[in-house]
């Protein structure tokens, strides 16, 4: 291999991660998580020129690769039908090493899974309308297809698949054993085709079959209202390369109106550009970090603030989460909480601490790669089981709120909006009994 440069894109694994799993629906796109295919991510700037101790092998590290192309020409000489695509071997292998780390977040992907991945940009995408990701519940258990977030209007929310949902077949085809891509490519199709998902769910004993009409979703980045008592509403579905700007102007627009509070919404928010991540959590603060990075055998390094806060420092708010806050949007909900500009309601959220690097092979194929784990400016690991509920991981809310029902006739939409009432209402009694006064769930 010669002394290639590689471009490499930063992104938080709920991120890039977050991209493929949309592919519910479409194919993935940057990495930001919104749709699996959507339109999720999308690079953190930066060129980084790869390593030469790192590109050119030494007789040492090619020592393994021996048995590699043993097998190789093996299969090639001897197999019974003649082997017309060697690319296909090579990719193969490619995957296999992958998995061998054991990561549900590092990923390969072909040229033209590349390609989907980087196209999708805009707001819309065809799919089912559901994020999914991979996840090891724990060291001795197999890895699984979970539903991470659905969009509450999309076609996977309307069919029933709920957030938490566990996906263990696709038309029939089980998905153990398959990687998330190929859980991906079973569920993607065109606008108008069904795809029957079979799901296991929490709470209910046989699995249901959910059959999902695959349709053109459009998911506007922000979402924004005026809320009974002048109270602002502004929900970030997704932090993409717009994310930042959409925000800034849409809380520009909130305070004109001289809001009394404001409810920041990133429930299911899959994550998304981790500079945008920074950036929108600048919007809060004048100093001081948004998260910390740390790189295999390194201290944690702090991202701080950028200059351009607009939200005044004594504007009370809280920030609604769920289980779908994942990635770019813990990192954002986790500043704010740990340095106590607003408090956190809502449920757990996912617990999503690793970053990734997209690495594009000169092929045009990319290696979707953990490098990093983030944490909150208090040092906290997402990731991490709560000490005192081994079943959850992620923030830990100030004010729980109930999760939502396992009966796949439960209206998510609905729910979702009763969230919000009553992260309103909470804010409003707050503002009623005054700074420094504890308040508790609104009925």
């Known amino acids: 291999m010669n002394n290639q440069s590689y471009r490499m894109w930063t992104v938080v694994v709920a991120i890039a991660l977050m991209a493929l799993s949309f592919a519910a629906g479409l194919g993935a796109r940057n990495a930001s998580l919104y749709g699996l295919a959507a339109h999720i991510a999308q690079w953190m700037p930066g060129l980084t020129e790869a390593q030469p101790e790192v590109d050119i092998p030494t007789s040492a590290n090619l020592a393994p690769l021996a048995t590699f192309w043993e097998v190789h020409n093996r299969i090639t000489s001897f197999y019974v039908y003649p082997v017309e695509d060697q690319t296909q071997l090579t990719y193969g292998a490619i995957r296999g090493m992958v998995g061998a780390l054991e990561d549900p977040f590092s990923h390969f992907l072909e040229p033209k899974q590349f390609q989907d991945f980087c196209s999708q940009t805009e707001g819309s995408f065809e799919g089912i309308g559901a994020w999914m990701e991979q996840e090891r519940p724990g060291a001795d258990k197999p890895a699984r297809i979970i539903i991470m977030s659905v969009i509450p209007e999309g076609p996977a929310a309307k069919a029933g698949v709920r957030q938490g949902d566990v996906v263990v077949a696709v038309d029939g085809k089980p998905t153990a054993d398959q990687s998330l891509q190929q859980v991906v490519d079973l569920i993607k199709g065109r606008a108008g085709t069904t795809v029957t998902l079979s799901l296991r769910r929490e709470g209910v004993v046989e699995p249901l079959e959910i059959s999902v009409a695959r349709a053109k979703v459009e998911v506007p980045v922000v979402e924004t209202e005026i809320l009974p008592g002048n109270i602002g509403y502004l929900w970030l579905r997704m932090f993409n390369k717009q994310a930042d700007r959409e925000a800034r102007e849409a809380l520009q627009e909130l305070l004109s109106q001289k809001i009394t509070g404001l409810v920041f919404d990133l429930s299911m928010n899959g ?34 603030v950028v200059p351009g806060q607009i939200v005044p420092p004594d504007l009370p708010m809280v920030v609604l989460v769920d289980r779908g806050t994942a990635s770019a949007s813990e990192i954002v909900s986790g500043a704010l909480q740990d340095r106590g500009r607003a408090k956190i309601v809502g449920t757990s959220t996912f617990g999503k601490s690793k970053v990734q690097t997209v690495l594009k092979l000169n092929d045009g194929s990319a290696l979707i790669l953990s490098t990093a784990i983030y944490l909150t400016p208090k040092l906290h690991d997402l990731s991490e089981n709560w000490p005192d509920d081994k079943a959850k991981r992620g923030l830990r809310p100030d004010v729980l709120l109930p999760a939502p029902s396992p009966d796949a006739a439960t209206d998510y939409a609905a729910w979702h909006k009763e969230q ?14 005054g700074p420094g006064t504890e308040t508790v769930p609104a009925g």
């Not at 998304?272 to 740390?294: M, R, T, W």
């Not at 919000?420 to 009994?433: I, S």
């Open 271 to 304: 994550g998304g550009l981790l500079d945008q991540a920074i950036s929108v959590g600048s919007l809060f603060f004048k100093e001081g970090p948004i998260v910390l990075v740390q790189e295999r055998g390194a201290q944690p390094q702090p991202y701080n």
């Open 420 to 433: 919000v009432r009553q992260a309103a209402t909470l804010l409003r009694r707050e503002l009623a009994a």
